[in-house]
């Protein structure tokens, strides 16, 4: 384990022209996306692209070559390599680089992370047993039942208000956090 204190604040490209470029991204996507976690996951994006954009002497975002790009993705971690590609579609978009973004679509890239399979009836019968047992509170129950039945994501369930619930029709209305839609 490594002790050492952190360096905490937000990183920022130390170049002074990568750092107009990355603030005026930043001003993109304040505009673009209400939800600060999209916002963060391109701004990284655009942040590790201007890092190895410095470290190779790019000068700037026009100098950029498809060559330079997928030197940058074979720097990058095969892991991240979905991640990755979809912050350069953002940020290749946002400069008007129709070429690298073309550029890209012939990659593929696995899948690292599968996706989460569905419950089974028996495990969602064990997980209502486990409710109806009273082995946890009323409000936890709810919560876990809404969150299962409905689909809802857990940051919107965190938000949800007894206000978003219709209980005459039986709805629930929010603003999805991830989307934005209703």
């Known amino acids: 384990f490594n002790f050492e204190m952190m360096k905490r604040g937000k990183i920022q490209p130390e170049d002074p022209v ?19 976690n999209t916002r963060h996951f391109y701004e990284y994006g655009m942040y590790s692209l201007l890092q190895y954009m410095h470290r190779n002497s790019v000068a700037d975002t026009e100098s950029l070559t498809v060559e330079d790009v997928y030197g940058y993705l074979a720097e990058s971690k095969p892991e991240r390599l979905r991640e990755i590609l979809c912050e350069l579609r953002s940020v290749f978009r946002y ?67 007894l206000s978003d619930i219709d209980w005459s029709n039986e709805t629930i209305s929010f603003r999805q956090s991830k989307t934005g839609n209703i």
């Not at 990568?18 to 600060?36: G, K, P, T």
């Not at 890209?104 to 047992?133: G, N, S």
């Open 18 to 36: 990568h750092l107009q470029i990355y603030r005026d991204y930043l001003s993109f996507l304040s505009e673009a996306y209400d939800n600060e």
């Open 95 to 161: 400069l008007n680089r129709e070429d690298l973004t073309n550029s890209m679509a012939v990659i593929h890239c696995p899948r690292f992370k599968r996706i989460i399979p569905t419950l089974t009836d028996e495990e969602l019968d064990r997980i209502k047993d486990v409710i109806d047992q009273k082995t946890v509170s009323l409000r936890d129950g709810a919560i876990v039942l809404t969150g299962l039945t409905c689909g809802i994501r857990a940051c919107d369930l965190i938000k949800l208000k």
